[in-house]
C-alpha cells in the first residue's frame, strides 16, 4: 500500500465502492433524520440542521487526529505517502471545520439569538480552523514537497493539542454550545429515532472523507511522479 | 552564548526595535478607542498582553535567518553538546534581549492605560512566564519559514499562543478583582515546562528540514 503505483491501481477500484456507498448511506442517514424523525420538543424542526452540524465536527475533528498520526509516521519512519495524506486531507478537515461553523451559526440564530458566542466551544473550533490554514499554508510556501510534508507534520503533532481541548471545552468551562450527547460510559441523551439517523449520517461522512480523501492522493501522486514511467502509461491510456 | 549577547548589544537595534514596536501598539488603542479612562482601565490587561504577544512574536522571527546565511546554524549541529539545548540557550538570551526591556515598557504602558497600580506586580508575573513562552513559539514558527515571509511563521503561531493569551489576562484579571492569581500562574508555569523541552526538539527537527 506504501508504493504509489500499486495505491494508485487499488485506490481505482476502491474509489466506486466508496463512492456509490457514501451516497447510499449518506443519503439514508439524512433522508431519515431530516424526513423521519421526531421534532423536539423545544426546538422544533429547526434541530435537524444536528445531522449535518455534529458530523461535520466529528469529521473536522478526526481528520486533524488522522493527520497528526501521519506525520508522526512521517517524521518516524519517512514514508512518503504518510506525508502525501497530510496533505490530501488537509483541505477536506478545514472544508468540514468550515461546515460546523456555518450550520452551528445557523442553528444558534433561532435557537440562542445569536449567531456567535466567544464561548469555549466556538472559539477552539475556529482555533482548530486556523491551525488548519496555518498548515495548508505552510506547505504551499515550501516549493521542495518533501520538505513541505516534514514541516506540515510537525505543524500537525503541535496543533493536535487542540482536540482534547475542543472535546472537553464542554465540561471544563461553563459553554452556551450543549454538552456532548454521545458519551463512553452513559446511554445517549437522544432518543434512539433523533440519534441512529445521526450515527448513519456519521458513517456516512467518513465514508465521503475516504472518497475525496483517495481522488486528492491519487492526483497528489499523479503530480509527484509525473517523471515517472507508470504515470507517463496511465496518462497515455487514459488521453 | 556570549557571542549572541556581544553582537547584541553592538547593535542596538535588536533589543529597542521590540521595545518601540510595543510602546506604538499601545498608543494605537487609546488612538483608537478614545481616551476615557474607564474604558481604557478595564480594557488594560487585554491591550498590554495584545502588544506583548505581538511584540515578542515579530522580535523573534530573524532568530535564525542570520545564522542560517552565514553557516553558524551548521555549527549548531555539528557541536558536541545536543542541539535542543543550543536552541534553547539561543531563544534564551534572545528573550533575555528583547523580553526584558518590553517588562520595563510594560509598566509605561501601565501607567499610560490606567491600570490598577497593585496588579502590576501580577502583570509582571505573568509577561515574565507569557513572553518567554511566545520567543519559543516564534523559534519554532521562525525555524519552520525560515528565510520566508514573516507573516506566515505569524499565522502559524498565533493560534498556539492563545491559552497563553488566555492565562495572562486571567492572572492580572483576578489581580484587579484581588482574587488569587497563582492557580493561573501555576498553569503558565507548567505550560512552559512541557513547552520548552518539547518545542526546542521540534524546532530542531524545523531547523533540520532546511538542509536536505
Redesign the interface.
Known amino acids: 500500500m506504501g508504493s504509489p503505483p500499486l495505491f494508485y491501481r487499488w485506490s481505482s477500484k476502491a474509489l466506486v465502492w466508496l463512492g456509490v456507498s457514501s451516497i447510499i448511506i449518506l443519503s439514508l442517514g439524512l433522508f431519515m433524520g431530516i424526513g423521519l424523525s421526531p421534532a423536539d420538543y423545544k426546538q422544533g424542526d429547526v434541530y435537524r440542521i444536528i445531522y449535518i452540524h455534529v458530523p461535520s465536527a466529528i469529521m473536522g475533528e478526526s481528520i486533524f487526529i488522522f493527520m497528526a498520526l501521519c506525520g508522526f509516521i512521517n517524521i518516524i519512519w519517512r514514508a512518503k505517502i504518510s506525508g502525501m495524506l497530510i496533505k490530501a486531507a488537509a483541505p477536506i478537515g478545514m472544508s468540514f471545520v468550515l461546515l460546523v461553523l456555518t450550520t452551528g451559526s445557523i442553528w444558534g440564530k433561532p435557537t440562542w439569538g445569536t449567531w456567535w458566542v466567544w464561548d469555549a466551544r466556538l472559539t477552539s473550533t475556529l482555533i482548530l480552523f486556523f491551525i488548519y490554514a496555518a498548515l495548508i499554508g505552510l506547505h504551499s510556501t515550501i516549493e521542495d514537497k518533501i520538505k513541505a510534508d516534514r514541516a506540515v507534520s510537525i505543524l500537525a503533532i503541535v496543533g493536535v493539542a487542540i482536540i482534547p481541548v475542543i472535546k472537553k471545552s464542554v465540561d471544563w468551562w461553563q459553554t452556551l454550545h450543549q454538552p456532548s450527547t454521545f458519551k463512553l460510559t452513559s446511554a445517549p441523551s437522544m432518543s434512539p429515532e433523533m440519534y441512529q439517523p445521526l450515527l448513519i449520517c456519521v458513517i456516512g461522512f467518513y465514508l465521503v472523507f475516504a472518497f475525496i480523501l483517495t481522488l486528492n492522493l491519487r492526483n497528489e501522486i499523479l503530480e509527484r511522479e509525473s517523471s515517472k514511467k507508470w504515470v507517463k502509461e496511465v496518462i497515455g491510456n487514459q488521453s | 552564548m556570549k557571542r549572541d549577547l556581544l553582537i547584541a548589544f553592538r547593535r542596538s537595534a535588536t533589543y529597542i526595535t521590540p521595545l518601540i514596536f510595543f510602546l506604538i501598539v499601545i498608543t494605537f488603542f487609546p488612538l483608537a478607542l478614545g481616551p476615557e479612562q474607564k474604558l481604557l482601565s478595564s480594557l488594560a490587561p487585554g491591550i498590554i498582553w495584545i502588544a506583548a504577544l505581538l511584540a515578542s512574536l515579530l522580535a523573534v522571527e530573524t532568530i535564525f535567518n542570520e545564522d542560517f546565511r552565514d553557516g553558524t546554524l551548521d555549527s549548531f549541529f555539528i557541536s558536541l553538546e545536543p542541539t535542543f539545548i543550543l536552541v534553547f540557550v539561543k531563544v534564551f538570551i534572545h528573550w533575555l534581549i528583547t523580553g526584558l526591556p518590553l517588562l520595563l515598557a510594560s509598566c509605561v504602558a501601565a501607567l499610560v492605560l490606567y491600570l490598577p497600580f497593585d496588579s502590576v506586580s501580577a502583570m509582571i508575573l505573568s509577561l515574565i512566564l507569557g513572553t518567554f513562552f511566545m520567543s519559543l513559539l516564534g523559534a519554532?514558527g521562525a525555524a519552520?519559514?525560515l528565510g520566508?515571509?514573516a507573516i506566515?511563521s505569524a499565522?502559524?503561531v498565533?493560534?498556539?499562543s492563545?491559552p497563553t493569551l488566555l492565562m495572562g489576562t486571567s492572572v492580572i484579571a483576578s489581580a484587579i478583582n484581588n482574587q488569587d492569581y497563582t492557580g493561573f500562574l501555576m498553569i503558565m508555569g507548567g505550560m512552559l515546562a512541557i513547552g520548552i523541552p518539547a518545542i526546542c526538539l521540534?524546532t530542531v527537527?524545523?531547523l533540520l528540514?532546511?538542509y536536505?
Open positions: 519554532l519552520l519559514s520566508k515571509s506566515l499565522v502559524i498565533l493560534p498556539f492563545i521540534l527537527e524545523a528540514l532546511s536536505d
